[in-house]
């Protein structure tokens, strides 16, 4: 009997791999996007297996959402079994983390609003992505900070970039309080600054550097990139991750892991790194503007996944920005 996957956010970097890697494996999925920041080409590839269905529909849209809901009802009758909800959906780039209304409707009422409709349509597993940003000020300690390490969230006095943190934050709450009434079992998925070889957008912080440095031998970056220092974790990795947990039902216990890497790096060194990779000697780093609430150092501990799931990330940063300078030149 084929499982049901049902991904919110399909277009997007996590939603696309991770319904490729289940379509593979023979799973039925039922994606869905709205194309705010996702991707048109990742969903053409999808729709060549015959088991993708695809909606460009939008998680804020209740008739759209009774639609889909409708449809996994019928291939839930067709194939008797219970499906699971992947919720990847979310407004996630850091220039709308400090707009609280960019965020809160996707990724608040529209996270509520798709857990309530799996638990009545008889689901039995939800994944919540969750984000490292919930750290917010204490995103660092010896040993990396942990799923119950209390949080330090700068408040509205001090920066609205926690906005996206605190919404994200409330999903975790409400998926706790879901599986703890026995409604369906799940987990929160925490991860940490996720790059991908053939990510569509130059605003992310890796390709933003490679094609800075291949069009103009040069890159701009915040004030704050002077001393910050960070991990990267590969898309495949995150994504065996979702993966690895969405098959281990004794850790859908509504709790929560995290998801990163151990490998720092400062923002300047990895312009080098890069730099190196593309064989480029002279360039120049000029530094304007600033970010408020952006932590100088965010490093995960990640023993509890490992435990759990046997998870550990496999892609070494030298090796995804190999991928990540093919992919882009090869692009142009
Ligand atoms: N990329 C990272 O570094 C990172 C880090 C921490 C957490 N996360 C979390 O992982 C999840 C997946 O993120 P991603 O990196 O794949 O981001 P992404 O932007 O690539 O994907 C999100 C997808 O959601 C879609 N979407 C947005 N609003 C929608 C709506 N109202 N209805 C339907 N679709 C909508 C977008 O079009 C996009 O395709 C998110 O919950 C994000 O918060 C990502």
């Known amino acids: 009997m084929p499982e049901i996957?049902?991904?919110?956010?399909?277009?997007?970097?996590?939603?696309?791999?991770?319904?490729?890697?289940?379509?593979?494996?023979?799973c039925d999925i039922i994606g869905f996007d709205n194309y705010f920041a996702g991707s048109r080409e990742e969903i053409s590839l999808l729709t060549q297996y015959e088991n993708f269905h695809f909606f460009p529909y939008?998680?804020?849209d209740?008739?759209?959402?009774?639609?889909?809901?409708?449809?996994?009802?019928?291939?839930?009758?067709?194939f008797q079994t219970s499906p699971s909800f992947i919720n990847c959906a979310a407004v996630v780039h850091t220039k709308h983390f400090y707009n609280p209304e960019d965020t809160f409707l996707t990724n608040v009422v529209g996270m509520r609003d798709s857990l309530h409709r799996a638990i009545e349509a008889g689901f039995l597993?939800?994944?919540?992505?969750?984000?490292?940003?919930?750290?917010s000020m204490n995103?660092?300690?010896?040993?990396?900070?942990?799923?119950?390490?209390?949080?330090?969230?700068?408040?509205?006095?001090?920066?609205?970039r926690c906005s996206y943190a605190t919404g994200k934050l409330l999903t975790e709450h409400f998926l706790k309080d879901c599986v703890n009434r026995g409604l369906i079992k799940g987990?929160?998925?925490?991860?940490?600054?996720?790059?991908?070889?053939?990510?569509?957008?130059?605003?992310?912080?890796?390709?933003?550097?490679?094609s800075s440095l291949m069009k103009t031998n040069s890159v701009v970056l915040l004030e704050n990139a002077k001393k910050t220092i960070r991990t990267f974790l590969h898309n495949s990795d995150s994504c065996d991750a979702v993966i690895a947990l969405l098959d281990n039902e004794k850790s859908l216990d509504g709790s929560i892991f995290n998801v990163g890497t151990?490998?720092?790096?400062?923002?300047?060194?990895l312009v080098a790194k890069i730099a190196k990779l593309i064989r480029i000697e002279d360039y120049l780093i000029e530094f304007s503007g600033n970010r408020t609430a952006d932590p100088p150092r965010r490093l995960l501990n990640v023993e509890k996944i490992e435990k759990a799931?046997?998870?550990?990330?496999?892609?070494?940063?030298?090796?995804?920005?190999?991928?990540?300078i093919e992919y882009r030149m090869k692009r142009g």
């Open 5 to 26: 996957v049902v991904i919110s956010g399909v277009a997007g970097m996590t939603g696309s791999l991770v319904a490729r890697r289940l379509l593979d494996r023979g």
């Open 58 to 60: 939008d998680l804020n």
């Open 62 to 78: 209740a008739s759209q959402m009774d639609e889909l809901f409708r449809f996994v009802t019928a291939k839930m009758e067709e």
């Open 125 to 135: 597993k939800y994944i919540n992505c969750s984000t490292s940003e919930v750290y």
């Open 139 to 160: 995103s660092w300690m010896e040993g990396g900070v942990r799923e119950d390490s209390p949080v330090l969230l700068a408040t509205a006095e001090q920066s609205l």
């Open 187 to 210: 987990c929160s998925i925490r991860f940490a600054n996720v790059y991908s070889p053939t990510e569509a957008h130059d605003e992310h912080i890796i390709p933003y550097i490679i």
């Open 262 to 269: 151990s490998e720092e790096i400062s923002i300047i060194d």
């Open 309 to 324: 799931v046997s998870w550990t990330s496999k892609i070494g940063l030298d090796i995804g920005l190999r991928q990540c």
